[in-house]
């Protein structure tokens, strides 16, 4: 959701400010971090920009937001904490080890870091490949060399958290992209890892099923779970977010902070492409009205 946003009167830091305070390296206690990133640089094939980040610390316990328009690098700044990518230049932290393509050859360092990281892809069609959705959430579990017994109450759990015990024994590609997408949800959910990274989990949900993925990312909170999720829809960012990442049309960090503070500041959001001005209500007002499709307070 690309919201459109109300000028603010009131005084407030430049947005260049919030960058520059944002870009030095993350400080804290030892441990502080589940990722840390120092001079992060990915480039496709063909010379194409990924991403690049100077200096990023993601916090343990805390659900991270990272937020860009289309072609920002949110995905591919997900796939790097995943050890899925590997930057040309920099280094990655998580857990406070380095994580290279060397390392996660390594079966030991693969298996711990596989464990306790979950990544739950945009298109869930790369992800559910079992002949069943039981089938399906009962993978992670048996690689973690569990018994059946245990495996068996994981599964039900998160059929019943998902609501999808009705499709359990169905082939998950013949099933709808929101019903996908849930299964793909509840595939991490039998992981049960330390750290979630969500590549825009709303993306095919109807409006009842995204209810039940905020409850669940709320509930992640409360047993100090770490979250990312890649998204464009700021509703869910304010409901879910404590801390935004906001990346830029260049694919660089444009800010980073309290979630709150971020989305308060209307010109960053519409410089990193997250608000626009339409007409509002889209047909009647001026042309240049700028208003919010999320704050809790609009009336408009």
């Known amino acids: 959701m690309v919201a459109a946003m109300h000028e603010r009167s009131d005084h407030q830091p430049s947005d260049r400010a919030i960058t520059e305070s944002s870009a030095r390296s993350p400080s804290g206690s030892p441990g502080e971090f589940a ?19 100077e200096h990023l610390g993601i916090r343990r316990g805390c659900c991270t937001i990272l937020l860009g328009a289309n ?12 050890g899925l990518l590997y930057p040309q230049k920099g280094n990655l932290r998580a857990f406070g080890e380095s994580v290279t393509e060397k390392r996660l050859d390594e079966k030991d360092f693969q298996r711990r870091f596989r464990s306790r990281v979950g990544f739950v892809f945009q298109d869930a069609d790369i992800q559910c490949f079992s002949p069943t959705v039981r089938d399906e959430l009962a993978f992670a579990p048996l690689q973690k060399g569990m018994d059946e017994r245990n495996i068996d109450l994981l599964v039900q759990k998160a059929l019943s958290t998902l609501r999808i015990e009705s499709i359990a024994d169905r082939y998950p590609y013949r099933l709808s992209g929101g019903e996908k997408k849930r299964v793909a949800i ?10 979630y990274l969500l590549d825009e989990p709303t993306a095919n949900l109807d409006p009842a099923t995204e ?9 992640f909170a409360e047993e100090n779970k770490t979250v990312v999720v890649a998204t464009q829809d700021l509703m869910l960012a304010r409901h879910i977010g404590d801390r935004a ?22 010109e960053l959001l519409a410089s990193a492409g997250l608000a626009h001005y339409h007409r509002h209500p889209h047909r009647k007002a001026s042309t240049h009205e700028r208003h919010s499709h999320y704050t809790e307070d609009d009336s408009g």
Not at 71 to 82: F, R
Request: hydrophobic share 45%; aromatic share 4%.
């Open 35 to 53: 990722f840390e990133l120092n001079n992060i640089s990915f480039t496709y094939p063909g010379g194409v920009l990924g991403v690049e980040i």
């Open 71 to 82: 072609g920002s690098g949110k995905s591919t700044l997900l796939k790097i904490l995943d």
């Open 186 to 195: 509840a595939s991490i959910l039998t992981m049960d890892p330390e750290i």
């Open 211 to 219: 209810g039940i993925l905020i409850d669940l990312l709320a509930g």
């Open 245 to 266: 990442v906001i990346l830029g049309p260049d694919r660089t960090l444009a800010a980073e902070g309290e979630m709150t503070d971020l989305l308060d500041r209307s």
